[in-house]
């Protein structure tokens, strides 16, 4: 790898390394307004200062966040682990309900993120526990099927965050930096 430059002005590329992370994570970052950043022609430019400084102290407030998911679904519980961890939380994912609730009577997560339909116990019977266990953690409910009888059931424990699956790495990270209090 290249070493990076100590002018002001940083590329993407730049960003990343200095940052220890993916390209494109950056440029999601930027996208978002989580990163200091601004446009220059087609790509992301970011102060070298500014960079370290949020790199130092913003990162470091939500890597003491800890978002659990919990889906059924391999493929989606990696993308959103994924996605998460690259926005600097803690994830802890599983693969249903009596696993989600096993995990949080361990480490009660500040969000969760929640499958609707799922083998053995529904997303509406593990919000029902989350409520009753730890009150009022934030609760992101992901689902396929936003409509009919398990989604009356999700709402009799609102509040609650709905999303339509699919869903965007854009969308989750918006949505759980909103669900913590975050801009």
């Known amino acids: 790898m290249s070493e990076i430059p100590q002018s002001q002005i940083l590329n993407t590329q730049q960003a990343a390394q200095l940052l ?3 390209a494109e994570t950056v440029r ?11 446009k220059l022609g087609s790509d992301w430019r970011f ?9 130092q102290g913003g990162r470091d407030e939500q890597a003491r966040a800890t978002v659990m998911v919990v889906d059924d679904e391999k493929a989606i519980r990696r993308y ?19 696993e989600a609730l096993q995990l949080a009577d361990s480490v009660v997560p500040d969000v969760v993120i929640l499958d609707l339909l799922m083998p053995g116990m529904t997303g509406a019977e593990v919000l029902g526990e989350i ?32 999303l339509a699956k699919p869903v965007t790495a854009e969308r989750v990270s918006l949505t759980v930096r909103q669900a913590l209090g975050r801009k």
């Not at 102060?47 to 949020?54: E, P, S, T």
């Open 47 to 55: 102060n070298r200062d500014a960079l370290l400084n949020w790199a």
């Open 131 to 162: 409520r009753k266990r730890f009150g009022w953690v934030p609760v992101i409910v992901l689902t396929g099927h936003p409509h009919g009888n398990l989604m009356e059931q999700v709402l009799a424990h609102s509040p609650v965050t709905v």
């Open 20 to 22: 220890g992370v993916h």
């Open 28 to 38: 999601r970052l930027a996208r978002q307004g989580i990163l200091p950043s601004f």
């Open 80 to 98: 959103l682990e994924e996605t998460l961890r690259d926005d600097g939380y803690r994830v802890l994912c599983a693969a249903d309900g009596f």
